[in-house]
């Protein structure tokens, strides 16, 4: 299985990597805070041993050296010192302590005030450190006599901080909140960029972005308005021309048509006759489906499943040696928010289609999940080439290779289909069966 570690969206992308960021920043922030720490804890430990140590040397240098063993047992030492008087420096199993820890104790012994400077110690040597949990330090007095001193050194705890914890906790949570905030506010208008666009894709008449908020989002808005202007004319202009000339041909259309009536030759009258019949068969549907691009009928909830039983029945009345191949399968009722008018005359055009070619038709509607609806039509025909799949969907373009508008129409039903559905936010293919006969598939928006 494949792991996905980049995020696919800009949003969460972001938010990866600012979240990446700040918790680099704060496991950095914890080291240092943990270093910190932990030279605060030595060097308050080194303040307290070198006070003490250097507070029982003062005494023992102060005191007879007869008396110092007496002197020594009734001095309160605490239970993490232990103090013995000898003529040699310590005998431990212990190496000497480390430069740095030693440098500190030394240093920290040194700022301690002894009261007189002819009691300082001679000589001084430090075993252990913070890895064996203790430090042996032996004072020479100026007698000759040593003083030898064990501290226990408690162990370094950098996280020993409950309040701090919480705050780090709580710094973090609000961090990431403020992140995943500022992230979705700054990511904002490409989503309603892209669902702008959206929206002129399935209606050209869409409504345009506002165009306010900063300055970066205001200039796209007003591209994308700029933009959307100038498409939405060229449409209506390419429209207009198409609906112009195709109007304007009824009139010499129907001219010939009278004339055609005074030709002498029969057969030659009706050669005429039906190519101009054809022709005025072109012409409305060039109209239709201008019609069908500049159409302004509001979009009202619509029962899908009502509808396409209604036009299997209409169509198995106009066809009634025909009853038994015209089949619905999909649930009793489901409805969806559609243009009425416009979406019946996808599916009469579909399921036209699947019997005139197939001289069958199963119209399957399928509730795919609660976003998308699947209508599927197949037929029991020979299918179409393939290269012609895709094709049948340009205008004036038929699948059936003849020019007789009884089997082949004039192409636009398939092309004023697609637009339609388009226009609702979905889409129309055509495949062939692997058992044979096409198959058409519409998906809606719910």
Not at 233 to 250: K, Q
Not at 356 to 366: M, P
Request: no cysteine; proline share 7%.
């Amino acid at each position: 299985m494949k792991i996905r570690l980049w995020p696919g969206s800009l949003a969460a992308r972001t938010a990866f990597v600012l979240l990446l960021g700040l918790a680099i920043v704060q496991v950095a922030g914890l080291t240092i805070h943990a270093l910190d720490r932990l030279d605060v804890q030595r060097l308050g430990q080194a303040r307290d041993i070198a006070v003490r140590v250097v507070g029982l040397y003062r005494t023992m240098a102060l005191t007879d050296p007869p008396r110092r063993e007496a002197v020594l047992a009734d001095l309160h030492r605490g239970p993490e010192l232990m103090v013995t008087l000898g003529s040699s420096p310590p005998q431990v199993d212990l190496p000497e302590m480390p430069p740095q820890e030693q440098r500190l104790l030394r240093v920290n012994m040194n700022l301690v005030p002894l009261g007189a400077p002819q009691i300082r110690w001679k000589e001084m040597v430090i075993y252990g450190g913070h890895y064996w949990h203790q430090a042996v330090i032996g004072l020479r007095l100026s007698d000759g006599e040593w003083l030898n001193v064990t501290a226990e050194l408690q162990p370094l705890r950098p996280w020993h901080s409950p309040a701090f914890l919480w705050a780090f906790l709580l710094m973090t949570a609000a961090a990431g909140g403020l992140t995943l905030w500022a992230v979705r506010r700054l990511t904002a208008p490409v989503r309603t960029l892209a669902e702008a666009a959206e929206a002129l894709g399935r209606d050209v008449n869409a409504p345009p972005l506002p165009e306010d908020g900063p300055t970066e989002v205001a200039i796209a808005a007003v591209a994308f308005n700029t933009m959307a202007t100038r498409i939405r004319r060229f449409v209506e202009d390419r429209t207009e021309l198409l609906t112009a000339i195709g109007h304007d041909l009824r009139t010499p259309i129907t001219r010939l048509k009278l004339r055609a009536e005074f030709v002498e030759d029969d057969e030659q009258r009706g050669k005429i006759l039906a190519d101009l019949e054809e022709m005025e068969a072109m012409v409305s549907a060039t109209l239709a489906f201008g019609r069908d691009v500049r159409t302004t009928e509001p979009v009202s909830p619509l029962d899908l499943a009502e509808l396409l039983r209604t036009i299997l029945d209409e169509t198995g009345d106009a066809n009634p040696d025909l009853v038994d191949g015209l089949h619905y399968e999909g649930p009793a009722h489901l409805t969806v928010r559609a243009r009425s008018l416009s979406l019946k005359r996808v599916f009469v055009n579909l399921i036209s289609n699947a019997v005139n070619y197939g001289g069958s038709a199963t119209v399957r509607l399928i509730d795919a999940d609660h976003h998308m609806i699947v209508v599927e039509i197949e037929d029991d025909g020979p299918g179409l080439a393939l290269g012609d799949l895709d094709r049948v969907f340009e205008p004036f373009h038929r699948g059936e290779p003849s020019r007789n508008r009884e089997t082949g129409g004039v192409g636009l039903g398939l092309p004023i289909a697609r637009n339609i559905v388009r226009a609702h936010g979905g889409d129309v293919t055509l495949v062939n069966r692997p058992k044979g006969g096409a198959k058409a598939t519409v998906t809606l928006p719910v």
